[in-house]
């Protein structure tokens, strides 16, 4: 059976009117007859597509999810799963948050693997540890205290298992989650196929207007076309990754076996990423950290590192990671990156590390955090563009369709919702 044919039974609420084009004012009835046809369309089947199809079809929609691969291999599996909701700002922060209560749904929904572990932050040097005080005294402030909990360093290494040379302090961040990254992806695509959600794999879209997808395997018809291929915008919509300045970031990374003591109870951040999450941006500690930092490690710096961990169900450790920007990325990883990262997992774990596999990661990379546009109508374009996809892609999903489904489609509206215009980011605070 064709893949453009293969039906898995979509979902019409058992409407007479039409089904749910009709009931959510999508129109699709008007679009073509020849076409095939869907309330949404959705370009990408990466967490972000995936989180949109799911609003869609909670909301009574009939889906198609379009991606060229055979099955996810893009950043959505290549990443640490860490879903660091707190130390984000902004409407990142709000997107992060609705996207924890929506990865806990799908754990019991779709049956991925979800630990409520909160974060944990370790401070090796005295500016680290100043910045985590300020970020608690920012959240108190905020009216968060529970968000942070601060630990002097005889606490911080009763919870963490890593070498105790140079730690003064730390912090917990309870509220954060982890997930496998490798098994959700699998796991939502299946419970979405379970929920009526049509996919079309191995089929590539090939141009777009309003009310229509043209793919590699005939044309769609559709109400709404989400398009959330992260880095490969320019690809399929040039002059919106132009106006967005997108352009691709490639990281090293690797999953090593350590020999610790005990397992990590969550996964760990270390003074490398106090220089990356907007929450800790505010504290006046982070320039003289940013300069210590990078006299102290110089090989660390030019590879734009952040060094953090995470540890998978089997045991292993995702540890990384580098950061190399262009429009292009070469295929080819140095080796100097990953003896640097090795280097660097030694020193925080005090332990042999035996690597497992070694990737090259790739994102969408902006000046701005999230990418938000509708370049023609019926047409939203979304994207994570600082490596936060899987914090905030269940709620920017989400977002992408929740004003084309109208006034009883509720999850995310009012306060993350905003009108964005045609042709034009913003920033949507």
Known sequence: MSMDRMSMGRVSQGRPDGGAASALGLGVSALGASADRADVVVVGAGIVGLSAALAAVDAGAEVIVVDRSAEAQGASIRNFGHLAATPQAGLAGRLAIRSSEIWQRLEQDAGIWLRRSGTHVVARHDDELRVLTDFAEARAGAGASEDVRLFDAAEFLQQVPIRPDDVVGGAWLPRDLQVNPRQATAAITAYLQRRGVEFRLRTAVTGLRTG??????????????????????????????????????????????????????????????????????????????????????????????????????????????????????????????????????????????????????????????????????????????????????????????????????????????????????????
């Open 212 to 429: 229509f997808v043209e793919t590699s395997r005939g044309l769609i018809a559709a109400g709404l076309t989400v398009v959330a291929v992260n880095h490969d915008i320019d690809q399929l919509l040039p002059d919106v990754a132009e106006r967005a300045k997108v352009r691709r970031c490639a990281l090293d990374m690797l999953r090593v076996r350590a020999e610790l003591p005990r397992p990590l109870p969550a996964p760990v951040l270390t003074g490398w990423s106090l220089l990356r999450y907007a929450g800790f941006a505010s504290s006046t500690a982070i320039p003289a950290l940013r300069e210590r930092l990078h006299h102290d490690h110089p090989g660390l710096a030019s590879l734009d590192v952040n060094l953090m961990a995470t540890q998978l169900p089997d045991g292993s450790i995702i540890l990384g990671d580098t950061h190399s920007r262009g429009e292009a990325v070469s295929p080819f990883q140095p080796e100097h990156a990953f003896d640097e990262l090795l280097r660097a997992g030694r020193d925080l774990f005090g332990s042999r590390l035996d690597v497992l596999e070694r990737w090259q990661g790739v994102y969408a990379s902006a000046p701005e955090e999230l990418l938000i546009d509708e370049p023609t109508p019926g047409v939203r374009v979304v994207a994570a563009t600082t490596g936060i996809g899987m914090t905030t892609g269940p709620a920017l999903g989400e977002l992408a369709v929740a004003q084309h489904l109208g006034p009883t489609f509720s999850p995310a509206q009012p306060a993350l919702v905003r009108t964005t215009s045609a042709h034009r980011q913003k920033g949507l605070s």
